[in-house]
């Protein structure tokens, strides 16, 4: 394995959140802890434990501000959730959370049916969350990330205008967003889109940290990785096990898998801190605390290669 | 979409030898003639229907002649199988069949544990092979296939050492190959080995056609796809629903999934002439044959995306 220069890619855990959502079980809050502990200590050291949207529409993350306190006993740790609105952000620095990850639709349809907000109020709230954070002291103010749903498609429109993602990832950075994520939510990304849209956001800003959230609903999942690796992207959402999925699409995958990206990302010489193996123990551990619902992904079945060697940080 | 200059990539579909090669059932004939009309249809013009192996060996491989015969009805179909040596070759071509794709392993043990032969040896086999389709009238002379399988690693040798690869793929070339394949049999492979050691061939053998037959085992089979066609390869290996697997690793899948790489190629703009709707149809004939057996992909199962347009030949 060769080592490449600036070799470090983060790996995020959003399997608590974008999982957890997409499931009937209701995990108890106890084992979600557990699952953060564990997952930190394999390496993984950016983990989104929830989201603060209304208990109502989303009983699976009414305990968020319990995980977040819990999570935040793990030194090293990042710990973020999502927020959709201004609402949600408040309880999230009410809940002193290290990142507020929010997130809006590209799709005027998608977001209406989301948040029940046009695009443009969407981006105006992101100005005020904005705000929000900056009103906090500076040692202990969140983290804001940007974060786009549908851009690389929509369910409800087809095809997203690419010149329009770009517009608002170039709003979200004005704003002061510290991160762009660009989300392929329903999984109609390629590699060849992957390359045109997260460049063009690249050669748009700058030194900005880029991040990737792609599901792997059409199992291009994968592919989408290495292409924004190409363009430097250099954050990566997953779930272990592909946890989630869509409850449209029965039997479709959800967020790409974990361990199957570490696996790629480590193959290829750059470095995640993460253990393999200890990784691999992680999602036996959650598998086994939700039978009823699908794992994917191939490292954990097929096991390491013969030959396998994780990369060593800055080599 | 937007096209790609050049942007013909032939898909190669090779679950009716390396899938059907990998299961205990035994598909009937007649049901294998059915499966390559079918496919044959829906725009895949280039299949491997069986290999000319000892059918004590390989029982499922037994009426590969008659497959053979079958399938050249079908106009404009190229009529491929895998040959391990001299003697399969020469069944071959007893049988008409246009195109030999000749298999070997750059692993020594590999190799031996798959034909008794060294590497050296199967080499020389090669040679053979070519002088014997030499002998043949050139109007219906076939095309021979160099194939290099373990090229990214191999379950008894681990690590495959590059330098290793690119020599066979020189001397088989130099022997008369008309395509070099190389294969990542077991599911080791990233695209950054892909990129360098399918980059290194094409810049040694300048304008020959390469062919990459990647294996899904561990997640990576698109990721590489897209790494190889980043090098010019233009030729890509699948089964439908990737069928196959290893017998030795409990639900690790087999080669990539067909209908996930034609959806992948077509939508970031490359050509395949394949009616990925009529694919998927012929997906379901397959597997409702193969009842006891897993099936894999994506696409299948999520459908299409809202906005899916075939890119045209040439365009």
């Known amino acids: 394995m060769e080592a490449i220069a600036g070799n470090r890619i983060s790996v995020r855990e959003v399997g608590l959140r974008d999982g957890l959502q997409s499931i009937a079980t209701i995990m108890p809050s106890a084992v979600k802890l557990d699952w953060c502990g564990r997952e930190f200590a394999a390496g993984v050291s950016d983990i989104e434990v929830g989201s603060f949207v209304p208990p109502k529409l989303l009983p699976q993350m009414a305990d968020t501000a319990e995980i977040v306190a819990g999570a935040r006993k793990l030194p090293g740790l990042t710990v973020s959730v999502l927020v959709p609105n201004l609402k949600g952000a408040e309880r999230a620095v009410a809940a002193n959370a290290m990142k507020l990850n929010y997130a809006m639709s590209v799709s005027e349809g998608h977001n209406w049916s989301n948040v029940r907000r046009t695009v443009a109020d969407s981006v105006a709230d992101f100005g005020q969350i904005v705000a929000l954070c900056r009103q906090i002291d500076r040692s202990e103010r969140p983290v804001v990330s940007g974060g786009l749903a549908t851009s690389f498609g929509c369910t409800i429109e087809g095809e997203v205008d690419e010149s329009r993602v770009l517009r608002l990832a170039v709003e979200l950075a004005e704003l002061g967003a510290q991160e762009i994520v660009l989300a392929d939510t329903v999984g109609y990304g390629n590699p060849a889109a992957v390359r045109r849209l997260f460049g063009a956001v690249r050669r748009e800003l700058g030194d900005l940290p880029l991040a990737a959230h792609f599901h792997d609903t059409r199992g291009l999942g994968l592919a989408n990785v290495v292409a924004a690796l190409d363009v430097g992207v250099t954050r990566f959402d997953a779930s272990l096990g592909g946890l989630g999925g869509c409850p449209y699409a029965p ?43 699908s794992f994917y992904g191939g490292i954990a079945k097929a096991g390491l290669p013969k030959h396998y060697r994780p990369v060593l940080a800055g080599g």
Chains 1, 2 share one sequence.
């Open 251 to 293: 039997g479709a995958t959800g967020n790409i898998v974990m361990e199957d990206l570490v696996f790629l990302l480590e193959s290829m010489g750059y470095s995640t801190s993460v253990d393999l193996a200890a990784l691999i123990e992680v999602r036996a551990f959650v598998q086994e605390r939700l039978e009823r619902e």
